[in-house]
Each structure stands twice: as C-alpha cells, then as structure tokens.
C-alpha cells in the first residue's frame, strides 16, 4: 500500500542555518504531496502542497518540490528561525476519492538562537 | 464554526471504562478524519465519514473502537473498555469534499487521552 518516510529526528539547528527534512513516497498512480506543520501546543496546519510531478510547493520561506523521478517532497527552508521550531509531517493523498491522507511519522526540529 | 472543535481536550480515565471523544467539523465540510497521534508512531488513520456514512473503517485498531456522525456534522469516537495502549493523543480533521488532491484538512487541536 501507499506509504510515506520521512527523516527521523530530533533536527537540531542554529538560527539561520539550511533546514533539509527529507521525505520519500511508496504510491501508485500520481497522489499529490503535502507537508504539514504541528507548533508546540497547537494542532497540524497545511504548510504546503503539490499536486503534480514537478510542482514546486511553498509557504513561509518552506519549499519542497515533487519529483516523481526520485518519488521524493523533501522539505527546504534557506534560514531557519527559532519560531519554526515545531513537528513537521509529510503526507500523500492517493488519487482515490476518499482516501485518508497518509502521515509519515514525523520530524521534530528545534531551533535555537 | 470557525475552525474544528475537539472536546475534551484532556480526558483522563481508569482501565477498563468507556470514553466519548466529540468532533465538531467546520460547518458545510463533508469529510470527516479521525487519526490517532502516538508517540514516536506519527499519525494513525482510524477513520472516515462522508456524509454520515463511512465508507472506510479500516483503521479502527479493534472492534473496542467504534465511531458515528449524526446530521453530517458532529462525529464521536467510542472507545469501549479502554487499556493502557489507547493512550495517545486523538485528533479529528474536515475537509470541504472528499477528494484530498486539491484540498488538504483542517486539523482540532485534540483529544489527549490518558488511560490510567
């Protein structure tokens, strides 16, 4: 079946620094892509998406493009700010109607100044 | 309402009784999500509504759990004779229609069930 990997964590940065948060897909057919951004205390926002292949999703200074070739949405931002410390998932919708989303298990990054 | 409500927020019970977790999707949004937020595990799909019906159960871990929506709106999730593993933190998403490729969910804040 469908299923999503994502780097594990914690990610431990400093200010400013190149975030990567790697994230790779088990699909059949062509299912959109999504990361979703979980804040100390709060509940899970969509950060951004994707759709199709070559699709270039961003938010917040956050990229991640969908490259079928690699079956890959790795997450990228150019200079991390404390504020960004937070759960990040990555998740696919199958191209069903009706199919759940489908959550890999996560990456905590913590940023400090 | 403005966003999805979950109540209660923290709900702490003894081994063996039986819980109600509430789900109050956005007004108008069709789809209803339950998933299930353990540690170190991510999210877990538990189940789907469209409408009142579900057309997706396949993630209910047990037949100790069990979930219903009335009027296309409110959701409960049952969780009958609760143990120590349902520990975990219980959370409901909507989305405007079924189809997931061009809409993502909106997420409650959740349920923090402790089983004790």
């Known amino acids: 079946g469908d299923s999503v990997t994502q780097m594990e964590g914690p990610v431990t940065l400093s200010e400013e620094a190149f975030l990567t948060i790697n994230c790779t897909y088990t699909a059949t057919g062509y299912p959109s892509l999504f990361w979703y951004v979980q804040y100390p205390g709060e509940g899970l926002q969509l950060l951004l998406k994707a759709t199709k292949a070559d699709d270039k999703g961003s938010n917040k200074g956050f990229e991640a493009t969908y490259r079928k070739e690699t079956t890959s949405f790795h997450l990228e931002k150019g200079s991390v700010q404390v504020s960004d410390s937070a759960v990040y998932f990555c998740?696919?919708?199958?191209?069903?109607?009706?199919?759940?989303?489908?959550f890999g298990k996560g990456t905590t990054l913590s940023v400090s100044s | 309402g403005a966003g999805v409500s979950q109540s209660p927020s923290n709900k702490v019970t003894e081994k063996g009784k039986d819980v109600e977790l509430r789900c109050d999707p956005i007004?108008?949004?069709?789809?209803l999500y339950w998933y299930r937020q353990s540690l170190g595990q991510g999210l877990e799909f538990l189940i789907y509504?469209?409408?009142?019906?579900?057309?997706?159960k396949s993630g209910l871990p047990s037949d100790r759990f069990s979930a219903e929506r009335t009027g296309g709106s409110v959701s409960t999730l049952t969780i009958q004779r609760t143990q120590q593993e349902d520990s975990a933190v219980y959370l409901c998403?909507?989305?405007?229609?079924?189809?997931?490729?061009?809409?993502?969910?909106?997420f409650g804040s959740g349920t923090r069930l402790t089983v004790v």
């Open positions: 007004s108008g949004h069709t789809a």
């Open positions: 998403a909507s989305s405007a229609q079924a189809g997931t490729a061009n809409y993502g969910y909106t």
């Open positions: 509504f469209q409408g009142n019906s579900a057309p997706d």
């Open positions: 998740a696919l919708a199958g191209n069903q109607a009706g199919t759940a989303l489908i």
